[in-house]
């Protein structure tokens, strides 16, 4: 029997199966995919930080990202060079298939192109490649996805919504080291051009509608000829309980994409450290009641709960800054000082700090007072929503 099953060989499914085996435990993943890391479906963006978490080695690299230019559609550029690496663009696909490695190098056991469809009693039914099996657990962390099937099968709710993101890779001339924001291409969210290595740009968009459309158009503005296409499915807000029936909801599947971003990987490789801690004290004194389990919750609440609470009111904000709102305050943001304070606590996986320093700016307050001020309240004083 295993100590724990892991559904889904995504960053946060081998994480956890790779920290649970280094914790002495009996672990198992399965994978719906005959190839781990496939289909991508994801720009490959990660923070120095996020890429650290990840525990691999830089070969799946293709970018070094040191600055950033936020585009109004009105004509103003923000640009910041932080003089340092921030971040770096990586082929997901290698980096998921890394992951997979170290997590067998670990002692975890997978088994691909098996698909988990039902769970009774402990054990979890898979069919695929081996045929049917029933393979018995004590503990499952889901790590399925933002579809999470595993969710369904639990009968937990889902997170709060869900949004759209459409990229391609495109031929395309620009400096190797800085990502481009254009959040007018996409009124609820952001477009985004990231280097790709090789005179490719990765261009993309999400957001909570017309997503194709807005895409066409926009990526249209960089080439004509599309290389390779791929669409996905973004959690925005955490699902209301992350835990629960012998299961730990980690990544996705827990809706812990970060709403100012829609990056996944940081906090789905965090969650997954906590849960393999929560897994290993429950193994050892063999309870897996609700109660034993939501000291999950707890962890991840500590680590980066408010960021994810703040990203949220910060997204019900964002729905409603219109493209003249944008352009106010990429020319209040425009000045040496703010570049630096920028430069200086800009953090992709935990913006808080940076966004209320920038509100102390009276532009940036005054149109995030104009435009939404029940959330400013929200973003000052939090409160889960
Ligand atoms: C267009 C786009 C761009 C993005 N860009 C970034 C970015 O730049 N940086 C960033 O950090 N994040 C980005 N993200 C988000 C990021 O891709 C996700 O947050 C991340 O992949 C979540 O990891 P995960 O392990 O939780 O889930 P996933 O990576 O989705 O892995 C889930 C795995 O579970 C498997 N699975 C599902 N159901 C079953 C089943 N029943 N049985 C067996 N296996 C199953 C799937 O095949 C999959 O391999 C982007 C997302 C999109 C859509």
Known sequence: MYDVIVVGAGPAGSAAARYCATLG???????????????????????????????????????????????????????????????????????DREMAENAVSAGADIMLKTYAYDIRDNVLYTKGVDGHREIPFRLLIAADGPRSPIRGIRGMKPPLRFYSGVQADVPYEMAADVVHLYPDASPDFFA???????????????????????????VRTFSDSCLHQVTGTIPMG????????????????AGFAKPTSGGGVYTGVRSSRHA????????????????????????WSKDFGKELEFGYHFLQMRTNIAAKDINDICRALNTPEIKQM???????????????????????????????KAELRGLLFGGRR
């Open 342 to 372: 920028i430069v200086e606590y800009g953090d992709m996986d935990r913006p808080k700090e940076l966004v209320l320093r920038l509100l102390k700016n009276p532009t940036f307050f005054r149109v995030a007072r104009t435009v939404a």
């Open 238 to 253: 955490v699902m209301p309980r992350t835990y629960g029936a012998r299961t730990l909801f980690v990544g996705d599947a």
């Open 192 to 218: 985004y051009a990231i280097p790709a290595g090789e005179g490719r740009v990765r261009v993309g968009l999400a957001g909570g509608a017309d997503v194709q459309s807005r895409f066409s158009s926009f």
């Open 25 to 95: 435990l009996r672990a198992l993943i399965v994978e719906e995919h005959a190839s781990v890391g496939y289909p991508v479906q994801c720009a490959g963006l990660l923070s120095t930080n996020a890429f650290s978490e990840c525990n691999v080695s830089e070969d799946s690299v293709v970018q070094v990202v040191r600055g950033a230019t936020l585009h109004s559609s009105e004509g103003c550029e923000l640009h910041f060079d932080a003089g340092r690496t921030k971040a770096y663009v990586v082929d997901r696909g290698a980096l």
């Open 276 to 299: 393999a801690d929560v897994a290993a004290v429950c193994c050892e004194e063999d309870r897996f009641d609700d109660f034993s389990l939501s000291s999950y919750e707890s962890l």
